[in-house]
């Protein structure tokens, strides 16, 4: 069967922490950084679990300042 | 495979469209007009449009809006954009002419505008952000606030007795015949924004074909305004906003 590999790659100074793209996940990749911050403050997303993306771009579907890029493998 | 050799341009699915500027949006995080800022300017590049549209911009949180979509804007005095969107699409009849409006400026004062020129059957598309609130000015009640919704001016809760219904200005625009088509969507879940985007096609479809009015009515979240985190905004929104505001076309004479 074929298998989908995905990943994305998320403007971090873009980002800001809003969460709708980790609630939006289906397979738990991304998460808010618990500490660090980005130049304007904000706990920006990050990939938590980056090996179980599928390239769905739900995320990116959802995030309001666009700062998701999806990449997406069919590997077969 | 390593994530490298993910990361090239010929697997990329999805990025930023390309009509959005780079500037950051003013926004507050998690709001839904970044969501339908993205689907406007996807919509105007997949349309071709990108050198041949007039946008006019509201006063209201998306008052900036010219900052962030690469397009031709005007700027209207408040509630009067359908009105500067009627000239604007008179004088340049093949232009993409379309007008962004909070409920605010469309369902408060711009309500004679709005109505007069939906009636008219100006050849316009309007998109239309309901979050029920006046975002911009600091959560105050507005015409669309819901019975019990609890916002700056209404710390109790909206009282039908002391102000009024709240208002379904789309129902009343898809009763007049100059409308051609007349939608209600959300940009919560990723369906729905695809939805969404599938509705704002069909509008500047309608509105260069000169098929009439078409109005896009977003359902939003004011996260701040509301005092919720996005995250409960958007369930707040759906157990709340979409009973009343229920979603889907009420009015659609795209094929005429």
């Not at chain 2, 449009?49 to 509201?58: K, L, M």
């Not at chain 2, 005095?77 to 409920?103: I, M, S």
């Not at chain 2, 996260?223 to 996005?230: C, D, L, Q, R, V």
Request: one cysteine or more; a neutral charge.
């Amino acid at each position: 069967m074929a298998k989908v590999i995905g990943a994305v790659d998320i403007n971090r100074e873009r980002c800001k922490g809003c969460n709708l793209c980790v609630v939006a996940c289906p397979t738990d990749v991304l998460g808010l950084q618990p500490k660090e911050v980005n130049d304007r403050g904000y706990h920006f997303a990050y990939t938590v679990n980056p090996d179980n993306c599928i390239g769905c771009a739900s995320c990116a579907l959802v995030c309001p300042d666009a700062c998701i890029e999806v990449y997406r493998v069919v590997e077969k | 495979m390593n994530i490298e050799d993910i990361k090239r341009s010929e697997n990329k699915v999805y990025s930023k469209p390309e009509l959005l500027n780079d500037t950051p949006m003013h926004y507050c995080p998690g709001c839904s007009h970044g969501v339908v800022h993205k689907l406007v300017a996807e919509v105007i590049k997949e349309m071709g449009q990108d050198n041949n549209t007039i946008a006019v911009a509201p006063v209201g949180c998306a008052v900036f809006a010219y900052k962030y979509i690469d397009v031709d804007w005007i700027e209207a005095a408040h509630g009067r954009a359908p009105a500067v969107a009627t000239a604007a699409k008179r004088l340049n009849p093949e232009r993409l002419v379309f007008t962004y409006q909070g409920d605010g400026d469309l369902a408060a004062i711009g309500t004679a505008e709005t109505i007069h020129a939906a009636n008219r059957g100006e050849n316009i598309t309007i998109i239309f952000i309901n979050n029920a609130i006046y975002g911009m000015t600091g959560g105050q009640m507005a015409p669309t606030t819901l019975e019990g919704q609890k916002t700056a001016t209404t710390p109790y809760g909206r009282r039908i007795d002391l102000n009024g219904y709240p208002l379904k200005i789309s129902d009343l625009l898809a009763m007049l015949p100059g409308t051609c088509y007349v939608t209600r969507q959300t940009v919560h879940t990723p369906a729905s924004v695809r939805k969404a985007k599938a509705a704002i096609r069909k509008a500047f479809e309608n509105s260069m074909a000169g098929r009439g009015t078409s109005v896009v009515e977003v359902v939003s979240t004011c996260n701040s305004g509301w005092k919720m985190s996005p995250e409960k905004s958007n369930e707040w929104m759906v157990e709340n906003m979409v009973p009343f505001y229920p979603l889907g076309d009420l009015k659609n004479n795209s094929e005429k």
